[in-house]
């Protein structure tokens, strides 16, 4: 059964972390680049982070660039995004997406497979 479940949202405070994770099964995860996204309110699925599926390059948008780090463990079949730096704009949910291959980019439509997202609200 395929399946892309996220994990480690929640609440927390302006200038705070969060690690988020993004844990697969029925995929060999090695085949796959793996990206992040988030979509606030009103707003389009914006790309986030992106590695390739061996791991050995990452990309980051201007506005997580400096603050997110992506990584991933292919053996364990999970992927993390550890977010430092919080402000209330990153407030979304956020998803996880495989796509096939070994590059990686941050368009939404080039990934095959979405998790159902978990919710960071940054917020005192």
């Known amino acids: 059964q395929l399946q892309i479940v996220e994990s480690g949202g929640g609440l927390v405070q302006p200038g705070g972390s969060l690690k988020l994770s993004c844990s697969v099964s029925?995929?060999?995860?090695?085949?796959?680049?793996i990206g992040w996204f988030r979509q606030a309110p009103g707003k389009e699925r914006e790309g986030l982070s992106c590695i390739s599926s061996a791991g050995g390059l990452a990309n980051y948008a201007d506005s997580v660039k400096g603050r997110f780090t992506i990584s991933r463990d292919n053996a364990k079949n999970t992927a993390f995004l550890q977010m430092n730096s919080l402000a209330p704009e990153d407030t979304a949910v956020y998803y996880c997406a495989l796509s096939r291959g070994f590059y990686c980019n941050l368009v939404f439509y080039e990934y095959d497979y979405w998790g159902q997202g978990t919710q960071v609200t940054v917020s005192s």
């Open positions: 029925g995929f060999n995860l090695a085949e796959y680049a």
